[in-house]
């Protein structure tokens, strides 16, 4: 990162502290399908921001419900799935949000909201009054864990678990090329604040409901190659959900097992989404094993992750 990079994320981390310090009233938001990174970070700033004695609300579509059996554990107090009628005396915060059409609330895209937004994802829209996107950070879960270190919160049982569910997930058990000596620092002092790194490896990635093996083995069976090799990507369709018995998030880590094949560049994974009024629809997750990621994302227009981690593209068959 260059001097001007490093004093503008110095400017705007000041500003959003300014902001987070002289607010009395927060609404914290993040993406639809929320991963580990977001639901760490939102769960991780309303424990901070609470710690602050501030008035904090987390949001989240009814319509996310239920969680992820791997995010199940999370406690969510002062969650809403309606937008408050206060939203106007409320600094609202968007968490791990590269885009703000990721939130299915329109009033969240009001233009005279006051949103504060912070996010690590490199093709952010900036589309906050105040904008703190740190690249170099490995989740947006480090951006919180350096906010609070600056307001100067300890961290509670909740708030440590919470990032270090946003750091583990975001960085691939630590694999991902995103995975930096601060990584490793944060993790350190994060198992130091009492995490329990077993304990949160069991809930993350073992207890495997049945549907999702399933899911994952017509997901392998599905697989094919091209571009001798490089390109690994497989299909699920509407079928394959409802003979397994699946739900949709049972999705999650599937394009991993891709990614992992010898001689992948990119892996790919697209799966049909239920209709709507437009028709049928399906979704298209993509994953990098190096620089190409932040090529793909170029391409997608706002809706690609810095290599390695992807974002999903929704589009109708006939495009």
Same mark, same amino acid.
């Given at each position: 990162?260059?001097?001007?990079?490093?004093?503008?994320?110095?400017?705007?981390?000041?500003?959003?502290?300014?902001?987070?310090?002289?607010?009395?009233?927060?609404?914290?938001?993040?993406? #639809?399908?929320?991963?580990?990174?977001?639901?760490?970070?939102?769960?991780?700033?309303?424990g901070v921001l609470t710690a602050l004695g501030k008035d904090s609300l987390m949001f989240m579509d009814a319509d996310e419900f239920p969680l992820p059996y791997e995010y199940a554990f999370f406690r969510l107090d002062n969650l809403?799935?309606?937008?408050?009628?206060?939203?106007?005396?409320?600094?609202?915060?968007?968490?791990?949000?590269?885009?703000?059409?990721?939130?299915?609330?329109?009033?969240?895209?009001?233009?005279?909201?006051?949103?504060?937004?912070?996010?690590?994802?490199?093709?952010?829209?900036?589309f906050g009054t105040v904008n703190l996107v740190v690249d170099a950070a490995s989740c947006t879960a480090e951006i919180v864990w350096d906010l609070m270190q600056d307001l100067r919160v300890d961290p509670t049982p909740e708030i440590?678990?919470?990032?270090?569910?946003?750091?583990?997930?975001?960085?691939?058990?630590?694999?991902? #090329?995103?995975?930096?000596?601060?990584?490793?620092?944060?993790?350190?002092?994060?198992? #130091?604040?009492?995490?329990?790194?077993? #304990?949160?490896?069991?809930?993350?990635?073992?207890?495997?409901?049945?549907?999702?093996?399933?899911?994952?083995?017509?997901?392998?069976?599905?697989?094919?190659?091209?571009?001798?090799?490089?390109?690994?990507?497989?299909?699920?369709?509407?079928?394959?959900?409802?003979?397994?018995?699946?739900?949709?998030?049972?999705?999650?880590?599937?394009?991993?097992?891709?990614?992992?094949?010898?001689?992948?560049?990119?892996?790919?994974?697209?799966?049909?989404?239920?209709?709507?009024?437009?028709?049928?629809?399906?979704?298209?997750?993509?994953?990098?094993?190096?620089?190409?990621?932040?090529?793909?994302?170029?391409?997608?227009?706002?809706?690609?992750?810095?290599?390695?981690?992807?974002?999903?593209?929704?589009?109708?068959?006939?495009?």
């Amino acid at each position: 990162m260059t001097g001007t990079a490093n004093g503008a994320v110095d400017e705007a981390r000041a500003r959003v502290l300014a902001e987070l310090r002289q607010g009395e009233r927060f609404l914290l938001v993040t993406h #639809e399908n929320p991963d580990g990174d977001a639901l760490g970070s939102l769960v991780a700033m309303h424990g901070v921001l609470t710690a602050l004695g501030k008035d904090s609300l987390m949001f989240m579509d009814a319509d996310e419900f239920p969680l992820p059996y791997e995010y199940a554990f999370f406690r969510l107090d002062n969650l809403v799935s309606i937008v408050p009628d206060d939203l106007d005396e409320r600094t609202v915060v968007f968490l791990d949000c590269g885009n703000i059409d990721r939130t299915p609330s329109d009033l969240l895209r009001n233009a005279d909201a006051h949103i504060v937004n912070i996010d690590h994802h490199h093709d952010n829209t900036r589309f906050g009054t105040v904008n703190l996107v740190v690249d170099a950070a490995s989740c947006t879960a480090e951006i919180v864990w350096d906010l609070m270190q600056d307001l100067r919160v300890d961290p509670t049982p909740e708030i440590a678990d919470a990032l270090y569910v946003g750091l583990v997930t975001d960085t691939g058990k630590f694999m991902y #090329e995103n995975t930096g000596t601060r990584a490793h620092k944060m993790a350190a002092a994060l198992i #130091e604040a009492g995490v329990d790194v077993h #304990e949160i490896y069991r809930r993350l990635y073992e207890g495997m409901p049945e549907p999702k093996l399933l899911l994952l083995a017509r997901a392998l069976n599905h697989v094919q190659r091209f571009d001798e090799g490089r390109l690994t990507v497989t299909l699920l369709t509407r079928e394959d959900f409802l003979a397994t018995g699946a739900e949709d998030s049972f999705t999650e880590g599937i394009i991993d097992h891709l990614r992992s094949v010898r001689g992948t560049k990119v892996a790919a994974m697209a799966r049909e989404l239920p209709a709507n009024g437009d028709g049928p629809r399906s979704k298209v997750s993509l994953r990098a094993t190096d620089g190409g990621g932040r090529r793909l994302g170029d391409r997608t227009r706002g809706r690609g992750r810095r290599t390695p981690a992807g974002r999903g593209l929704h589009h109708r068959h006939d495009r």
